[in-house]
């Protein structure tokens, strides 16, 4: 059983910054996907990145690309979200999830360790 705990999630002005990370335990941290999701009140969960068990592939959606990065740190079992350049519309609670890597990976379906989330709010 793989539990996952985010954390980084806090109030920022349109344009900064913000790191999220999240920390894992149970299970093996290597051999699972990694990704994030978002979701705002009254939205459905939407996807916005997964990163590899080894690292090295990296996906995102569209509305983030050039502006988030995942990573991960397997000495450390805990992955991460650089969010750069945000937007008020970025503003969501951000869950990571853990699960096989796979070609469906925007699918929530696909992953099946969840997070609490963290908040996350731009503001204008």
């Known amino acids: 059983q793989v539990q996952l705990v985010e954390s980084g999630g806090r109030l920022v002005q349109a344009g900064g910054s913000l790191r999220l990370s999240c920390a894992a335990s149970?299970?093996?941290?290597?051999?699972?996907?990694m990704g994030w999701f978002r979701q705002d009140p009254g939205k459905e969960r939407e996807f916005v990145a997964r990163?590899?068990?080894?690292?090295?592939?990296?996906n995102y959606a569209d509305p983030v690309k050039g502006r988030f990065i995942i990573s991960r740190d397997t000495a450390k079992n805990t992955m991460y979200l650089q969010m750069n350049s945000l937007k008020p519309e970025d503003t969501a609670v951000y869950y990571c999830?853990?699960?096989?890597?796979?070609?469906?990976?925007?699918?929530?379906?696909?992953?099946?360790?969840w997070g609490q989330g963290t908040q996350v709010t731009v503001s204008s």
């Open positions: 990163i590899s068990p080894s690292g090295y592939i990296r």
């Open positions: 999830a853990a699960g096989r890597y796979t070609n469906n990976y925007s699918l929530i379906r696909e992953y099946d360790y």
């Open positions: 149970g299970g093996t941290f290597s051999s699972n996907a």
